[in-house]
């Protein structure tokens, strides 16, 4: 079995770990007795990029149970939990359907073996590529595009890097050029589409379809009702304070965070730090969220007020150097600035890495110390700036990454068995419906139903969809 994992022998607690988990996923685990024997996704060869974490491997085996052949690697350097890498790749039972899995994902992979180790997940057997993608954030998604755009005569790979990532992406892409060039065509033409986790991923993708330039159908699973507003919200509020914990073992009661966003994620992370004690500010630039952060009674100011108060930072916008160096510059001392959004440049890392006057030193693991000789304070930044839960914790729970991965299998199953055109897709309501329905008994929720005069007189059909299309949530 090929795979590349921090070391094999770490399979037996990861899948005591995984058998854990199953009982904390039951739409997984429905969906495994629903089409065990059916296997809707044979057939079908699924390369994943999505945190390789106990959670993902349930999604995986839940795929495998499903008939997919199937090929992973992370979507970040530092979410890898080495166990359940492990277990995947051992499998469950040698030499049968539920055998290991080739995975090719550590914790603390540098940035040139992360692009290495996501194109070995593209790389089938006789030189074929998947059929199907799982992607989280738009590494597989960008990797794709950018070579079947320089297959077919595209320059971007000869352009200079503006950093690290770029350069080593074009590298890669490069490397694959000279070895096969027509890989990427190939790659694209057997490949029945994409189905994308999160919200900087259906970012990216929206990019490419307003540009005319997606070239496979793509679903996007971050925009279901039962994702977005339950993952990156309840999910965060999971994960946020614990990943702080982990890496710092501070009192969060009476300090004051600075919670930078309040979409879906900042709603949860600063949900989080009120049930902690702590004084929450939000910074924000849509008026519409910041109403809703000063109607739950947050404290809502600029950027520049916020810095001399903040004892903890948390970006959770997805947008781009949202803390820069002045902004570090201008914060108390010992001040934890960290990220939770999904890509590490909400934070300009960068600069402090460049300016002459800063020295970092290494408290522990994905946790690092800088001191400022100008301003004479220092300021303790947690994973590198790359999503916090995920590098200094173990990301969501298992019960809420069930939720959103339900919805990822049912897109796969959809993308696999029906033809679409290359554009973007939300899955259909009733899916979503059905997704929550999935969940509830595990929390002993029971649900009414309605007469067939009530739902006339709502307009509503009695098996559901309970709401049209424009309700909010
Ligand atoms: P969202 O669009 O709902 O929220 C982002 C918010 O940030 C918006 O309200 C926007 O107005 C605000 N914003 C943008 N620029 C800003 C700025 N300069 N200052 C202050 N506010 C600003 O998105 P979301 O679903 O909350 O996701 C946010 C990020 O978190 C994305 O990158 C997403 O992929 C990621 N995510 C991470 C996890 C995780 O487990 N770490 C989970 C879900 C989503
Ligand atoms: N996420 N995965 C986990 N435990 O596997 N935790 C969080 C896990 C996902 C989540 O769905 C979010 O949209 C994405 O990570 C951001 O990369």
């Known amino acids: 079995m090929e795979f590349e994992v921090k070391d094999i022998s770490l399979a037996e607690w990861g899948r005591k770990e995984i058998q854990l988990a199953e009982h904390e996923m039951p739409g997984l685990m429905s969906l495994r007795k629903r089409y065990g024997t059916t296997k809707p996704l044979k057939g079908a060869r699924i390369t994943g990029s999505l945190h390789m974490t106990v959670q993902t491997a349930v999604l995986i085996e839940t795929l495998q149970d499903l008939g997919a052949d199937i090929r992973w690697a992370s979507c970040n350097i530092y979410s890898t939990q080495d166990q359940a890498a492990a277990a995947v790749a051992k499998g469950r039972e040698e030499g049968t359907s539920r055998g290991g899995v080739p995975v090719f994902a550590w914790s603390g992979e540098t940035i040139e073996e992360y692009w290495d180790l996501l194109y070995k997940a ?58 096969d060039a027509g890989f990427w065509t190939r790659v694209v033409e057997s490949l029945r589409g994409i189905s994308e986790e999160t919200t900087t991923g259906v970012l990216r993708l929206r990019l490419r379809e307003e540009q005319n330039t997606l070239l496979v159908p793509a679903i996007n699973v971050n925009d279901s009702v039962t994702k977005s507003k339950f993952d990156n919200l309840y999910g965060c509020r999971e994960s946020i304070v614990d990943a702080i914990r982990r890496a710092t073992d501070i009192t969060l009661s009476g300090k004051t965070a600075v919670v930078c966003g309040y979409g879906n994620v900042g709603k949860g992370v600063a949900q989080a730090f009120r049930g902690c004690y702590t004084r929450v500010l939000v910074t924000e630039i849509d008026p519409i969220c910041a ?12 950027m520049e007020k916020a810095l001399s108060i903040g004892d903890i930072f ?72 790359r999503l916090v839960n995920l590098g200094c914790a173990t990301g969501h729970p298992s019960f809420i990454m069930s939720i959103s991965f339900t919805n990822q299998v049912l897109a796969q199953m959809t993308l696999w068995q029906e033809t679409h055109k290359p554009q973007m897709y939300l ?40 709401k049209h299309e424009q309700y909010r949530y």
Request: contains cysteine; charged residues 25%.
């Open 122 to 179: 593209f790389c089938f057997y006789e030189g074929k590529g998947p059929n199907l993608i799982v992607d989280d954030g738009g590494d597989a998604t960008l990797l794709l595009h950018r070579g079947y755009e320089l297959e077919h005569g595209d320059n971007w790979v000869y352009l200079e890097s503006k950093n690290e990532e770029e350069r080593c992406i074009r590298n890669v892409l490069k490397k694959i050029h000279a070895e």
């Open 291 to 302: 109403l809703q952060a000063a109607m739950e009674g947050y404290e809502v100011c600029k």
């Open 314 to 385: 948390v970006t959770t916008t997805g947008n781009y150097h949202v803390i820069n160096e002045q902004h570090m510059r201008q914060m108390r001392n010992q001040a934890i600035v960290c990220n939770i959004g999904h890509f590490d440049n909400e934070i300009d890392i960068a600069s402090l890495e460049r300016a002459s006057d800063i020295t970092k030193q290494n408290i522990k693991p994905l946790v690092d110390l800088y001191s400022f000789e100008t301003e004479g304070h220092s300021i303790l930044l947690l994973a590198g700036g």
């Open 427 to 466: 899955l259909d309501k009733r899916i979503d419906e059905e997704v929550a329905t999935l969940h509830l008994a595990a929390l002993g929720a029971e649900i009414d139903s309605i007469t067939s005069e009530q739902g006339e007189y709502i307009a509503v059909n009695v098996a559901g969809p309970f």
